[in-house]
């Protein structure tokens, strides 16, 4: 992460706050502004911020990325950890993120995708389609949320296809850096 001119960072769709800690603890001169939808979320999150002494350096409170309650150019870094699968308009999530960032500043996007057709792409597909379904049956009554995880990161746009749209929206110097056999991509872009 690249920290120049505001030392903000903001953590879109933070859940319970994990990387904004994880930023906290990293980096100790820039200031964490988390947000999520669930409530439920922020609220344990605020907790562990709490436990971990961060208050003074992390604001964590309820948020919609689609429609982020900052003013432009408000952040050095906006990023996304494992949540812009779950929502449908990425489009409006990435234009949000993008507005709210300084100029040269940096869109990150941490997701789960699939590996590049070979060996391992063949091993995760028959793990997420075979495996995954049949291990979450029997630990789980309920099993819908692992099939839709699965469901979810099948459907995630490619790597390239992901790149373009960064780049319809007008972020430059767009990379994707596979993770663990490409099974999770960190994207970034500059505004």
């Known amino acids: 992460m690249n920290f120049f001119n505001s030392y903000r960072f903001l953590d879109v769709a933070t859940g319970t706050g994990d990387l904004a800690l994880d930023c906290a603890n990293t980096y100790e001169n820039v200031n ?29 409170t309820w948020g919609d990325a689609t429609n982020l309650a900052f003013e432009d150019s408000s952040f050095d870094v906006t990023a996304i950890s494992f949540g812009i699968r779950n929502i449908p308009d990425k489009v409006k999530v990435l234009s949000e993120m993008k507005r709210v960032v ?22 995760y597909s028959f793990y997420l389609n075979g495996l995954l379904p049949k291990i979450a049956k029997k630990f789980t009554k309920n099993s819908a949320p692992y099939e839709y995880l699965a469901d979810s990161i099948i459907n995630f746009p490619t790597r390239k296809e992901f790149l373009v ?20 991509t960190l994207y970034i872009g500059e505004k």
């Not at 502004?33 to 609220?43: G, K, L, Q, Y």
């Not at 605020?46 to 002494?53: C, S």
């Not at 300084?102 to 091993?123: A, K």
């Open 165 to 184: 749209l960064m780049e319809s929206l007008g972020l430059k110097n767009c990379r994707a850096i596979p993770l663990t056999f490409g099974v999770c």
């Open 32 to 60: 964490v502004t988390s947000v999520d939808f669930v409530e439920e979320m922020v609220d344990k999150g605020i907790e562990k911020i709490g436990t971990q002494n961060l208050n003074d350096r992390i604001s964590l």
């Open 102 to 123: 300084v100029e040269n500043g940096q869109v990150m996007i941490l997701e789960l995708t699939t590996p590049d057709p070979g060996f391992w792409h063949s091993t």
